[in-house]
């Protein structure tokens, strides 16, 4: 990941394909088109000496264990929460995730 500052202005660059699917992951759960957008805050301290991760937490959005329902997945699909915006990427068999006190939808 290539990442230019340049004043207030912050350019991330992903690498690789992994990295464009993080980036991408990281965009949907910032930018909401229909209210507000969240905030990234630093946590704890960037040394690269020390470690070479920086950390940083969302506002607005809920931490802890994903939740699920009982219902399986017909086939891949993603899905989203039509209240945060947040979506997951689910397989075939696999537990539909529940967000924001709801079964999660597919994405059309």
């Known amino acids: 990941m290539k990442i230019r500052v340049d004043k207030n202005v912050v350019e991330f660059s ?13 965009w949907r759960v ?4 229909v209210k507000f957008n969240k905030k990234m ?3 704890g301290e960037y040394v690269p000496s ?4 920086a950390r940083f ?10 939740e ?10 993603s ?4 209240i945060c ?12 995730p529940m967000c924001c006190g709801g079964e999660m939808a597919t994405l059309d």
């Open 14 to 26: 992903p690498a690789n394909p992994q990295e464009t699917a993080d980036m991408e992951l990281l």
């Open 30 to 33: 910032l930018v909401d088109c």
């Open 41 to 43: 805050e630093p946590i």
């Open 50 to 53: 020390k470690e070479n991760l």
């Open 57 to 66: 937490v969302v506002e607005g959005v809920a931490g802890g264990k994903t």
């Open 68 to 77: 699920w329902t009982e219902v399986k997945a017909q086939e891949d699909n």
């Open 79 to 82: 899905y989203y929460c039509s």
């Open 85 to 96: 915006n947040k979506y997951m990427n689910v397989k075939a068999g696999e537990r539909v």
